[in-house]
């Protein structure tokens, strides 16, 4: 089993709508979680870091973790066309480790 | 506030021919740093990581190498570089001293092997 899964998409969302990506992990010891956003041919950029269960928001990104069901989830309110890239959910097993292991991402597009 | 500096920013080489990439990190001191590569459907894959000068963990064995020279530079080389080699090569930072700290990416450097 893969410690991560995450959809690769592609996502196709109209403007406005709210988005929700989502990443599931079978490793119990990760503690910390993270969302990255990647834009074409650019390096992932840090959007959410988060290590408590529950929900934390930063304008409009939402980041929840359910560490009892390993399931971590995005959520965009208000999408604009400036989101269009793609996802990239990373953990961090907090063991001593300073590796992050990371989804494939999802390629999201929003459309005017 | 912290900047990573990644360069060039695109590259095309001949099979065979060596390899330099270079990254800097300004406004942190003891910087955790990563070399990764990124596959299209792939992800990304560790390459190596320092958590200090002169020290280099390799995470798959392959044909590149990565040096430390100063605190805050991290280079990733190769003496003959395979077709293989292509794709988009990332440099990212975290704190150092300190277990599940967020990494810090650079804008990458897209290599292209001929």
């Known amino acids: 089993q893969k410690e991560v899964e995450q959809d690769p998409g592609p996502l196709s969302v109209p403007e406005g709508a709210i988005v929700s990506l989502n990443c599931t992990y079978s490793?119990?010891?990760?503690?910390?979680f993270m969302w990255y956003r990647q834009y074409s041919r650019k390096g992932p950029e840090l959007l959410m870091y988060?290590?408590?269960?529950g929900n934390k928001e930063d304008g409009r990104f939402t980041a929840q973790v359910d560490k009892s069901s390993k399931y971590i989830s995005l959520f965009i309110r208000d999408s604009q066309p400036s989101d269009s890239a793609t996802y990239l959910c990373?953990?961090?097993?907090?063991?001593?480790?300073?590796?992050?292991?990371f989804g494939k991402g999802t390629k999201l597009s929003v459309i005017p | 506030s912290q900047t990573i500096h990644q360069w060039p920013a695109t590259l095309v080489q001949p099979v065979g021919s060596p390899l330099s990439l270079e990254c800097t990190v300004e406004?942190?001191?003891?910087?955790?740093l990563y070399w990764y590569r990124q596959a299209a459907g792939r992800g990304l894959q560790l390459l190596f990581y320092?958590?200090?000068?002169?020290?280099i963990s390799s995470e798959v064995p392959q044909n590149l190498s990565a040096s430390r020279p100063q605190d805050r530079q991290f280079i990733l080389s190769s003496k003959k570089l395979l077709l293989s080699d292509s794709g988009f090569y990332l440099c990212?930072?975290?704190?150092?001293?300190?277990?599940?700290?967020?990494?810090?990416f650079g804008d990458g450097t897209r290599l292209s092997i001929l």
């Open positions: 990212a930072w975290s704190q150092g001293g300190q277990y599940s700290q967020p990494q810090h």
């Open positions: 490793n119990s010891a990760f503690q910390y």
């Open positions: 988060t290590y408590s269960s």
């Open positions: 990373a953990y961090d097993s907090g063991a001593g480790s300073y590796q992050l292991t």
């Open positions: 406004g942190t001191s003891n910087p955790n």
């Open positions: 320092s958590v200090g000068i002169g020290q």
